[in-house]
């Protein structure tokens, strides 16, 4: 028997050969299968996967709320405020569509948001209410929260008489020129809050 080196040579090359592609082939049909198997799920799970989406951008908006709440709360704090009372002119700016720093600076300017007595009669509060306004006042002036949301209401009622910050601030103020130069005050301080 005489061995030809070719046939030798050329039988485990192709037997090598054969198995290559016999591998080749199962894993193409295995990634095919793995990526028919993955389109499934994706289909099966869609809502799950909008779901998931819809869940993301919810804690994203709740994270803007929660920085957006935090910075403003230190804000209205650097003024004066407890944070019981940044917390209540949050919810009284809130309550009444006002920016809760414009309100803030507004009473800042009447009290410091400390207690203190007015010298006008019948001004009450650390937002110094004037109750002889003769406006309807929902609230009790009497406490923090009450006195905030009295404030928050009448500055917004002036707001939708003037149409302007200042204007309605001034208002608050009063018309004198002693009004005029605490609502610029006023304004100034809620600008550098801003």
């Known amino acids: 028997m005489t061995l030809n080196i070719e046939e030798d040579l050329i039988l ?3 037997t090598g050969l054969l198995a290559i592609m016999v591998t080749v082939s199962t894993f193409y049909i295995s990634v095919s299968q793995h990526e028919h198997i993955i389109e499934e799920l994706v289909s099966e799970n869609a809502d ?26 230190r804000a209205i704090e650097s ?4 944070h019981t009372q940044a917390i209540a002119v949050i919810r009284a700016a809130d309550e009444y569509s006002l920016d809760p720093l414009l309100l803030a600076a507004l009473i800042a ?3 410091g948001f400390k207690h203190t007595s007015h010298a006008l009669p ?4 650390i ?28 500055l917004r009622d002036y707001r939708d008489l003037y ?18 130069q605490q609502a ?5 301080t809620y600008r550098s809050i801003k």
């Not at 149409?163 to 009004?179: C, E, N, P, Q, V």
């Open 122 to 125: 019948g001004v009450i509060g």
């Open 48 to 73: 799950l996967f909008t779901e998931v989406s819809q869940a993301n951008h919810e804690i994203s908006e709740l994270t803007k709320h929660l920085q957006y709440y935090r910075s403003t709360t």
């Open 12 to 14: 485990p090359f192709i």
């Open 79 to 82: 003024l004066g405020a407890s």
């Open 163 to 180: 149409h302007s910050d200042f204007l309605a601030i001034k208002r608050y103020k009063g018309w004198s020129s002693l009004g005029h």
């Open 109 to 111: 300017s009447e009290s």
């Open 127 to 154: 937002c110094g209410i004037n109750t002889q306004c003769g406006s309807i006042l929902p609230y009790s002036v009497y406490t923090d929260r009450g006195n905030i949301m009295d404030a928050a209401k009448l």
């Open 184 to 188: 610029l005050a006023v304004m100034k």
